[in-house]
């Protein structure tokens, strides 16, 4: 009985992929099984919005820490508390000097090695409850206000896209580099 079942729903499966990829539907379309069609550059480029470490892929824009505290206030610190310490979820401020102890603090100024992954991380997923919806300026206040805030750039500094990629953090050393070829090196 299993390989009449089997042999039928193989059957099945197969006259449909068949009948989806017919005569008819070679002629308009020579990918797949006929479902489907490409992406068109237009689709590509609102997907392809990752920034690498180098700064590839940041957009215009700018912002600063007092433009941030603000955004940070009404946007973030429902999840993060009011100074990015009190949670409830991750603490985004402090843990100098803690990454090498028995109860390390990771938070952007003591972990992330690059301010650039922080900018695509607050971006592409930031405020949790409506990801993608922050301007590339409030991306960059935001971004400034968490890099002031644990001492890595100084309030009225600019964060865009040529700044950004410049600013050395903490732990940039703490990490081991991808010796893959096709990675680019930061």
């Not at 409850?129 to 301007?135: D, F, I, K, R, V």
């Amino acid at each position: 009985m299993r390989n009449i079942l089997t042999v039928g729903v193989t059957t099945i499966l197969g006259a449909g992929l068949l009948w989806a990829e017919g005569p008819a539907d070679r002629q308009e379309q020579t990918h797949g099984y006929g479902l489907g069609r490409p992406a068109t550059d237009q689709e590509i480029r609102a997907w392809n919005i990752d920034v690498a470490p180098t700064g590839e892929g940041l957009p215009a824009g700018q912002g600063t820490a007092k433009q941030g505290a603000a955004l940070f206030a009404a946007r973030c610190a429902t999840c993060h508390g009011p100074t990015g310490k009190e949670g409830p979820m991750d603490r985004l401020i402090g843990g100098a000097g803690t990454l090498a102890s028995q109860h390390p603090i990771k938070t952007v100024g003591s972990y992330w090695p690059y301010a650039t992954t922080l900018y695509d991380y607050v971006h592409r997923a930031m405020p949790f409850p409506a990801p993608q919806s922050l301007s590339p300026d409030e991306v960059y206040s935001v971004v400034a206000w968490l890099l002031y805030q644990n001492g890595i750039i100084a309030e009225d500094t600019v964060l865009d896209a040529r700044s950004l990629p410049d600013i050395s953090m903490p732990n940039r050393q703490g990490f081991l580099p991808d010796p893959r070829p096709d990675v680019p090196k930061p």
